[in-house]
């Protein structure tokens, strides 16, 4: 697989702390976004609950305008998984996607939702929430409920944490858009702490 040109909200360390910025401006893309008639392809990657994944269609299409598609689950290749540290390689189920759901021109992402944990091997972190190279994407929810600290389960939270993650990767794969310096950006430069994460407010793109 080619080398990474992205790694989306790469994460060294976990917190909980902080709740969610609510949008400032109504959702949308940057105006010199050219998104009309491209699609985003959400691919469940392994047993991922249906409602979460209608919930998430149905916002990319009402808040940004895009056409979603979703596909049926892909099974999770073995070679795949590192039991030794119980997680999942970003960069295999990248080579997965790309096989299994190759981007055509009109693809605005090809995004793959894994409810497990993630790591990359190409990165010195313990985890990461996404990996992400060209048109195509995975995202961990593992660590976006709070249940995975042991504390009292947040869909609500879980889901804005998910959809910030889709957007930013929408702005890199479908707007091209660089890493800014504003900690509020969705295209702030580093995402490396559910705190950072959730300090964003999904409607600013400066």
Do not use: N
Request: with cysteine; proline share 8%; hydrophobic share 45%.
């Amino acid at each position: 697989m080619l080398p990474l040109l992205a790694l989306l909200a790469l994460a060294a360390c976990a917190t909980t702390a902080g709740r969610s910025v609510r949008p400032s401006r109504p959702l949308g893309f940057p105006a010199t976004c050219a998104h009309e008639g491209r699609r985003l392809v959400v691919v469940p990657l392994g047993e991922v609950a249906a409602a979460d994944l209608d919930r998430l269609a149905e916002r990319y299409r009402r808040a940004y305008g895009l056409e979603v598609t979703v596909s049926p689950a892909l099974p999770l290749p073995p070679q795949a998984y590192d039991a030794a540290r119980r997680q999942w390689y970003g960069e295999l189920l990248l080579d997965a996607l790309d096989r299994d759901h190759p981007a055509t021109a009109d693809t605005a992402l090809v995004l793959g939702v894994l409810p497990h944990d993630l790591y990359l091997q190409s990165m010195p972190w313990r985890f990461a929430f996404s990996a992400f190279h060209r048109h195509t994407a995975v995202v961990s929810t593992a660590r976006l409920d709070p249940v995975f600290f042991r504390e009292a389960p947040d869909p609500e939270r879980r889901d804005e944490r998910l959809y910030k993650l889709v957007t930013r990767l929408l702005g890199s794969a479908l707007c091209e858009l660089p890493r800014r310096g504003s900690e509020r950006s969705v295209m702030r430069e580093t995402i490396l702490s559910l705190e950072d994460l959730d300090g964003i407010d999904e409607s600013r793109w400066d």
